[in-house]
């Protein structure tokens, strides 16, 4: 499973999609089966995401929370 931060260019509202891979995304995408949820436009394009990345101190901070 994979999880897109996708637009609508039409309204400009932005929302999260998960998809069983990147591939269905497109194969999606190209039927036109992709719509907003707020105005039904096609218009739904991938917007950029920032990976998250996993360093020492948020792992502790993880590992903290769960201790308890």
Same mark, same amino acid.
């Given at each position: 499973?994979?999880? @897109?931060?996708?637009?609508?260019?039409?309204?400009? #509202?932005?929302?999260?999609?998960? @998809?069983?891979?990147?591939?269905?995304?497109?194969? #999606?995408?190209?039927g036109n089966f992709l719509s907003c949820h707020n105005c039904n436009s096609n218009k739904v394009e991938k917007n950029l995401m920032a990976p998250k990345i996993i360093t020492k101190t948020s792992l502790k901070k993880t590992e903290k929370k769960f201790s308890k």
């Amino acid at each position: 499973m994979i999880k @897109f931060r996708l637009i609508c260019k039409e309204c400009d #509202l932005s929302f999260d999609s998960w @998809f069983a891979s990147s591939q269905e995304y497109e194969k #999606l995408k190209k039927g036109n089966f992709l719509s907003c949820h707020n105005c039904n436009s096609n218009k739904v394009e991938k917007n950029l995401m920032a990976p998250k990345i996993i360093t020492k101190t948020s792992l502790k901070k993880t590992e903290k929370k769960f201790s308890k």
